[in-house]
């Protein structure tokens, strides 16, 4: 068993569940307020209303999700029209 399928102790629902969206391309976003327990033990809290969680990693404010899995395209570059002279 890997240490991320490491069976918890399942504590007794003591509210309405919360809605998970995931998506493919980007973050999990997870109704608020959010506790997430990372890898090293420590806690990190959000008391947002929603909450988008890093799946890629490539955040600066691991575990929420800074936007950093988009893709940067840089802007084309001025053609020059070479045939007009």
Partial sequence: MTPEAT??????PT?????V??????PILVEG?????????TLAR????MVALCTCRRSRAYPW???SHRRRERPAAPSEDRSAT
């Fill in 7 to 12: 069976p918890t102790t399942a504590r007794p």
């Fill in 15 to 19: 509210g309405p569940a919360r809605r």
């Fill in 21 to 26: 969206a995931i998506d493919p391309q980007g």
């Fill in 33 to 41: 307020p959010v506790e997430v327990v990372l890898d090293d033990g």
């Fill in 46 to 49: 959000s008391d947002r209303f």
């Fill in 65 to 67: 999700c800074d936007t």
